[in-house]
């Protein structure tokens, strides 16, 4: 059984382009919720989606966008990037019924670099 | 807004000593809190996962409690060894998880 996925691994950009982030969930689960770590600081929430919605959001910009796809997998994407921007993107995915006992399940993060 | 406190920052032990990292939140109102492992440049690994309705939950060399009343938890590693090096990082559960900065543990062999 795969765990989550994310891809890619390192991604390099310059201030002021775009990027998307794809994460494919833990078999079974159907909710997917990102989050950004900057160095030394813990993940910081930026939103959940489920049934291809999103549910909840945190404390970002506009500039921060995301989808869900019928198959529960999801994208994130970052618009007109800063340089504060730079940071590990961590995906986690979960079954929503199971909010209270389940854990969420993480993937390897993808490392993003804003030049 | 919930706030996650973790103490201390870092913390360096012999081999063998016993390890105590400490998590404060202020928000008793939650699902649940985990204490999460991460290896430099990695994802998160989950350690343990203690129910609001719970008071601590082994794992075993890893014991961890909860005090809901008073925000606090504990996670305590028996018999440190170099590979218990790691960041450890605690986290509650509403909807989302709020993380602490975390507690960066060396094992020094």
């Known amino acids: 059984d795969a765990g989550v996925t994310q891809s890619p691994t390192h991604l390099i950009k310059t201030r002021g382009q775009q990027v998307t982030l794809r994460c494919s969930p833990k078999?079974?689960?159907?909710?997917v919720s990102w989050y950004q770590q900057a160095l030394g600081q813990g993940p910081q929430f930026i939103f959940q989606y489920y049934e291809e919605e999103e549910r909840q959001r945190g404390n970002f910009p506009d500039r921060f966008s995301g989808h869900q796809f019928p198959n529960y997998s999801s994208e994130l994407n970052v618009n007109a990037l800063l340089l504060g921007d730079s940071a590990l993107y961590l995906c986690a995915s979960s079954w929503t019924d199971r909010a209270e006992t389940d854990t969420q399940y993480f993937g390897p993060g993808t490392r993003l670099t804003v030049l | 807004k919930q706030e996650v406190t973790q103490i201390p920052a870092a913390l360096s032990v012999p081999e063998g000593e016993n390890l105590v990292l400490n998590c404060s939140f202020t928000?008793?109102?939650?699902?649940?809190l985990q204490w999460f492992r991460q290896d430099p440049g990695k994802g998160l690994t989950s350690l343990l996962l203690?129910?609001?309705?719970?008071r601590e939950q082994t794992s075993g060399r890893l014991n961890a409690s909860l005090d809901k009343s008073s925000g606090r938890s504990t996670l305590y590693i028996a018999a440190s060894q170099p590979g218990d090096s790691a960041t450890y990082l605690c986290a509650v559960k509403d909807y989302k998880l709020s993380f602490g900065a975390g507690t960066t543990v060396t094992v020094r062999a």
């Open positions: 928000d008793s109102a939650i699902y649940n």
């Open positions: 203690i129910q609001s309705s719970q």
């Open positions: 078999s079974g689960h159907d909710t």
